[in-house]
């Protein structure tokens, strides 16, 4: 089976701060990683990946994400947060050891991230 | 570029009416995945759907039923709502589906009264 931890419901910080958003996840083989941003009444905007290679992944909009696998987690990271950076965060997890044709993804329960000017 | 397109976006319906959402997926995606988010929860996984044939199924209640069609379109069918079903809908898809990436539609909120 498949799951992902965010173990914070919220994050606050000041603008210019770092942002980190946890996420911690388990499977069975490897993890294929996501992180998805979600405005409000939108819908899920695809931030970054991990599938393999470098454990420091870069995505859209000046965020970033490493992999670490030997404490099984995936955090979301950006160097200096803007307002606009307020939203609702979500980790995702895909199992590589599954059967044929199940590619659905697992997410986490959400981190509100809230970027205070 | 072309995104997800999902309709309607707003859907009020009252208990024991069905309902039924439509999801355009990016052309060239042959992959449609709908999910489930209900207020304040994760999006949760219902059913999936590769070359017009179902690939995998999740959580989705008897209730409901999806296809997807020649243009590889889907549609997700609700019947007997329960005030329950109330939620966001979203449809995603894939070039393939072994394809890393998931791209989300914006999502029909569904409200049952």
């Known amino acids: 089976a498949q799951s992902v931890a965010q173990p914070e419901d919220q994050v606050n910080v000041a603008e210019g701060n770092p942002l980190t958003v946890k996420c911690t996840y388990s499977?069975?083989?490897?993890?294929?990683l996501f992180w998805y941003v979600q405005y409000p009444n939108r819908g899920l905007q695809f931030l970054l990946k991990y599938i393999t290679g470098d454990n420091l992944v870069k995505g859209s909009y000046g965020f970033e994400a490493e992999f670490n696998k030997s404490q099984t987690s995936f955090h979301l990271k950006k160097p200096s947060a803007l307002v606009s950076d307020s939203a609702l965060y979500f980790c995702?997890?895909?199992?590589?050891?599954?059967?044929?044709?199940?590619?659905?993804?697992?997410f986490g329960a959400g981190t509100t991230v809230t970027v205070r000017a | 570029a072309a995104g997800v397109i999902q309709s309607p976006r707003h859907l009020i319906k009252e208990k024991r009416e069905t309902a039924t959402l439509k999801c355009y997926p990016i052309?060239?995606?042959?992959?449609v995945y709908w999910y489930q988010q209900g207020p304040g929860q994760d999006p949760q996984f219902l059913i999936s759907?590769?070359?017009?044939?179902?690939?995998d199924k999740g959580s989705i209640p008897d209730r409901f039923s999806a296809q997807q069609f020649s243009d590889y379109h889907s549609e997700l069918n609700m019947s007997s709502l329960e005030l329950g079903d109330s939620a966001l809908y979203f449809c995603a898809s894939s070039v393939k589906p072994g394809s890393y990436e998931q791209y989300f539609g914006p999502g029909t909120r569904l409200t049952v009264t």
């Open positions: 052309p060239r995606h042959d992959t």
């Open positions: 995702a997890v895909r199992d590589s050891l599954v059967g044929t044709n199940d590619y659905k993804l697992s």
């Open positions: 759907f590769y070359e017009k044939m179902q690939s």
């Open positions: 499977v069975s083989g490897n993890p294929y």
